[in-house]
């Protein structure tokens, strides 16, 4: 059976490196991790290269952007090693946490259709105080530690009120409410300091226009991880025909 042609063309690090926009350095690491197969080496030690490793590198740049450095690693890696449906095991669980991060989305704006105008930050009305749940069950039927619901109460994210007999938090419906927020935009990677100008201007403004740029933004960022898994697939995918 002939050689591909493709596979017997040698390519110098700096050809690889131009090519892609690397440093020849950057194309030594990535054979060294794995990343690009094994290179040859000529009778005074060189490296030489072939065209299957530039598609190696093409799928890699291609998938970074959609799957991240390390899962897109681990992938190419998993190819060269012959290991194709480890790779693809990879890239399916990379698709299902695109999938939990656009779930995680909706529940952010589910959350937010219960804000309704003027709920947030009221004054105390006279009377009993409705009553609230502490903080044991709260953290519980949000899957965190009680640490955490004090840490967010720090960073004025939460405001409980305190039971005047027990001294034991209480939260109320807006608290409640307060830290299910919270909790769905720290799963969509927000920092606490993003976090509070939001809930701070959401409880000033009585109305959820502050958020409205945010929940943009989100979706847009995941509509182009999604675009760049696409683009990633492809280039693996001709990597991997070309592999034969």
């Known amino acids: 059976m002939a050689k591909n042609p493709q596979h017997t063309e040698r390519l110098r690090p700096i050809d690889l490196a131009r090519e892609h926009g690397l440093s020849t350095q950057a194309v030594r690491n990535y054979e060294e991790a794995g990343i690009l197969p094994a290179a040859d080496r000529t009778e005074h030690g060189y490296r030489t290269y072939t065209p299957l490793h530039a ?25 060269n090693q012959g290991a194709a449906d480890e790779a693809f095991r990879l890239i399916d669980e990379s698709h299902a946490r695109l999938l939990e991060d656009r779930r995680t989305l909706q529940a952010v704006e589910r959350a937010l259709c219960d804000l309704a105008p003027g709920a947030a930050d009221e004054p105390d009305a006279p009377g009993p105080r409705p009553r609230g749940t502490f903080i044991g069950p709260l953290a519980e039927s949000l899957g965190l530690r009680p640490a955490t619901l004090r840490k967010w109460e720090r960073a004025g994210l939460v405001r409980p009120r305190r039971d005047p007999a027990t001294g034991y938090r209480v939260y109320d419906d807006a ?38 740029a945010m929940l943009s933004d989100w979706r847009g960022r995941l509509s182009a991880r999604g675009r760049a898994m696409l683009t990633g697939a492809a280039k693996l995918e001709a990597y991997l025909r070309e592999r034969g």
């Open 175 to 212: 608290a409640v409410r307060d830290a299910r927020l919270t909790h769905q935009l720290r799963r969509g990677g927000y920092l606490l300091e993003q976090i509070t100008p939001l809930i701070t201007q959401v409880r000033a403004a009585g109305g959820l226009e502050p958020l409205e």
């Open 55 to 79: 598609r190696a590198l093409d799928a890699f740049l291609a998938l970074v952007p959609g799957h991240g450095h390390h899962t897109a690693a681990s992938v190419l890696r998993a190819v």
